[in-house]
């Protein structure tokens, strides 16, 4: 054994020390923690998809793919989606951490500042694939540069229990196109304890995927064009607000107001509610489990379930989707890389085989990806082929920046109706609500 | 053989020579110093420089990746005139109220109940530290299913039972939320007061009790005043640790209700978290946790002053 004595520990240790604070003034010093070989290494941040396969194809299959094709080595890292915004934070501000964020919704608006221009990478997507829906634009284009590259848009659309609709009167698997008629059918159904379920809570998406198209049908808007002027307070968005009330009592599962992101499903899925506008992914759930997931009469849900679009209302049909962009990260040592990353995923036959495993849960960010073959193989997802060319985004009709953000993250649309159903009389609510806009679209 | 060798190479070692250094620990004042030093720079990397930066990022207008400029206090101004923080002032103020009494009196309970000699008295002062051993965010997503709107337990039972006709909705009603808040955050918080106050129970001397049984005080008299002025410096040390985290809560209602429905249940944690993360607000979600500060340091010092008059006295 080597024999190890005092003195040649002492030389080591205070080499050591030496070291470590020569490395610790040199970080203090620069501010930002140290980047570690980050020249042939990509570091991908996202979401734990809801379809897990996808997950499974990126790190498996398209890693070693991109291993092979870009000499890289790709590092996926799955976080909650509610836990992204935390993490973009500590690394912008310490300067380190992924390469490449995937965002949901307008989160790259927040973080403008920091993120690499790829009007490049994403104005030759744009090109090559049939043109950005205006949702994808929205939220990925400051108005001057592309902050962010456009993944994906998760469309959203209400599943419906085809059977229960029959027997309010909407036979051959029709669903209500008015607000009206929605309130007239699910009063029926919620008196046979069957109402309709949206969440009026606090959470990332389906709370604001409700509200802000269910205002736009009345004909509100939050602001004008130019980004300032709230407009919120007006006759349109006053009777959008009254109808709720009743629509809330009348229709829907008032346990909606603590609905988190996944309490649609297992109420769905668990046959407690008619109806409820969400993501595909209660139906390929009910897909993937035909035994688990039955009707009352124990034939399989899943050929219980149809999609539609949110209803129509006096000032139109809208929906919101939540849409997903790439941020390349200013701090990235590796910004060359990481955008001839960025080109290869998005490229055609590369995010081809992702689209394919999301069996249509996503839809892709141009609208060339409503051609694709897997829109043949199941007519009940037809709805969402093309379901984002509906799609605004938060702040309209003014841009979706950084202040539309800021609204959207205090869920202050969603608290308006919220307050409303809970007593609030509907004026004092647009009222409250104007007054919340006025605060930041005014500052 | 060893011993005797040593004493002999001893015996050859002249009287050391003192070394500056060894002198200068010699003297208290320094060795003192010396030894404090390593608290000092634990306490100033990671409670001083945090709270400083936050003094500093709250007069700013920083934002995520943008340093922002000295704005003097108009975070703290625009917090004044907004409606939703003035919300989670109140609503923290309530939270921390009631669930102090109730912990502390459910806690004193418990443990006078502990202190009693029983079968199996071990295992079950095990036992009554489960909600505090496990982790929140793992104890509170239970919670959150048993207060779920569709699929609650305690609705299901209380249904089976004849108690009530229709749901509960434990968390989509502003006032029922807050309460549910409340219950979880008394259950996760009694063990603590209980196993604290046991421990303070158990310093009190047998024969004081017994003195005043023989002296003829009923049970609820020893309590008053034997038991309870003897437990009262425990109590406040309790109560003081439990409202700076009752009052610094995030875990809890984040997972919960996440601030909901509509603001009833925010508090300064997760409405200073909304803004500064969810918004990439720093400044202002700054400005909100500091907010707390003048709140907690009058408690503080209020308590302080109070076990010192218990303790001089």
Same mark, same amino acid.
């Given at each position: ?182 309130? #007239? %059918?699910?009063? /029926?159904?919620? @008196?046979?304890?069957?109402?309709? &379920?949206?969440? +009026? ?5 389906? !709370? ?76 390929? #759930? %009910?897909?993937? /489990?035909?035994? @688990?997931?039955?009707?009352?009469? &124990?034939?399989? +849900? ?5 999609? !539609? ?77 093309? %379901? ?56 | ?313």
């Amino acid at each position: 054994m080597a024999r190890f004595d005092r003195r040649s520990f002492l030389k080591l240790s205070g080499g050591g020390a030496i070291a470590a604070s020569a490395g610790m003034a040199g970080i203090l010093a620069s501010g930002r923690a140290p980047a570690y070989a980050q020249a042939t290494s990509i570091h991908w941040l996202r979401w734990n998809d809801f379809v897990p396969a996808s997950d499974q194809l990126l790190k498996g299959e398209m890693a070693a793919e991109c291993e092979k094709a870009l000499g890289v080595k790709l590092t996926i890292e799955t976080i909650n989606a509610n836990d992204i915004q935390a993490r973009v934070t500590s690394s912008i501000q310490s300067g380190s951490g992924p390469d490449i964020v995937c965002a949901l919704n307008n989160w790259a608006q927040l973080y403008g500042e920091s993120l690499a221009d790829v009007t490049d990478v994403a104005e030759e997507l744009g090109k090559s694939q049939g043109g950005f829906y205006e949702t994808s634009r929205a939220v990925a284009n400051d108005g001057k540069r592309w902050i962010a590259v456009p993944w994906s848009i998760v469309g959203l659309q209400i599943a419906y229990r085809r059977s229960w609709f029959e027997e309010v009167g909407y036979a051959g698997g029709k669903f209500p196109e008015t607000w009206e008629a929605l309130r #007239e %059918a699910g009063k /029926k159904l919620k @008196a046979k304890g069957r109402p309709v &379920g949206q969440t +009026l809570g606090h959470t990332f998406g389906d !709370a604001p995927a409700f509200t802000y198209p269910y205002l736009w049908s009345w004909g509100g808007k939050e602001v004008e064009a130019d980004g300032k002027t709230v407009v919120l307070d007006s006759k349109e968005t006053l009777e959008s607000v009254k109808f709720m009330v009743g629509f809330w009592k009348d229709a829907l599962d008032e346990g909606g107001l603590a609905w988190d992101d996944s309490s649609n499903n297992r109420a769905f899925l668990s046959g407690t509610c008619c109806a409820t506008n969400n993501g595909a992914s209660i139906y390929i #759930e %009910a897909l993937r /489990k035909p035994d @688990a997931y039955q009707t009352e009469k &124990g034939t399989p +849900l899943k050929d219980d379930i149809l999609h !539609a679009p949110l209803p129509k209302g006096p000032g139109g049909q809208f929906s919101f989707h939540v849409p997903f962009s790439n941020m390349l990260m200013g701090y990235s040592k590796n910004q060359k890389g990481a955008k001839e990353f960025l080109r290869w995923i998005s490229s055609k036959p590369v995010f081809d085989k992702w689209f394919t495993t999301q069996k249509g849960f996503s839809v892709g960010p141009t609208t060339d990806w409503e051609k694709h073959k897997l829109w043949n193989d199941d007519p009940v997802m037809l709805p969402y082929r093309s %379901a984002a060319r509906t799609g605004r985004f938060a702040g309209h009709a003014g841009p979706s920046g950084r202040k539309a953000a800021e609204v959207l993250t205090k869920y202050i649309l969603t608290d308006m109706y919220a307050k409303a159903v809970q007593g609030m009389p509907p004026e004092d609510a647009v009222k409250w609500a104007r007054g919340e806009l006025i605060k930041i679209y005014g500052a | 053989m060893a011993i005797s060798y040593a004493a002999r190479e001893r015996a050859y070692v002249a009287a050391p020579r003192r070394g500056p250094v060894t002198r200068l620990l010699e003297d208290e004042r320094w060795l003192g110093a010396l030894l404090l030093l390593p608290t000092a720079v634990l306490l100033a990397l990671f409670i001083a420089y945090p709270f400083v930066k936050g003094v500093l990022l709250s007069v700013t207008d920083a934002r995520v990746g943008v340093p922002g400029t000295f704005v003097g206090l108009q975070n703290f101004i625009a917090l004044a005139h907004d409606g939703i923080f003035r919300e989670a002032v109140w609503n923290t103020f309530i939270y921390t109220g009631v669930t102090t009494v109730f912990k502390l009196a459910l806690g004193l309970w418990l443990a006078l109940l502990l202190n009693r000699h029983f079968r199996g008295k071990a295992l079950t002062r095990a036992f009554v530290l489960l909600p505090f051993i496990i982790p929140t965010v793992l104890s509170t997503f239970a919670w959150k299913w048993m207060f779920d709107p569709t699929f609650s337990v305690i609705n299901w039972t209380l249904y089976r039972l004849d108690i009530i006709d229709s749901r509960i909705n434990w968390l989509g009603d502003p006032q029922l939320a807050m309460i549910s808040i409340i219950i979880v955050n008394v259950w996760r918080g009694v063990p603590f007061y209980a196993i604290s106050l046991l421990a303070g129970l158990q310093t009190i001397s047998p024969e004081l009790q017994e003195a005043a049984a023989i002296d003829g005080a009923r049970p609820w008299q020893r309590f008053w005043h034997v038991t309870w002025p003897l437990l009262l410096p425990v109590t406040m040390v309790v109560v003081l640790f439990s409202v700076i985290q009752t009052f610094a809560d995030f875990q809890l209602v984040y997972v919960l209700t996440g601030g909901g429905p509509a603001n009833a249940t925010h508090l300064f944690a997760t409405y200073a978290y909304q803004i500064g993360v969810g918004t990439g607000l720093l400044s202002e979600g700054a400005a909100i946790s500091l907010a707390m500060f003048p709140a907690l340091l009058v408690v503080v010092v209020v308590q302080l002053l109070y076990i010192r008059r218990v303790e001089i006295h």
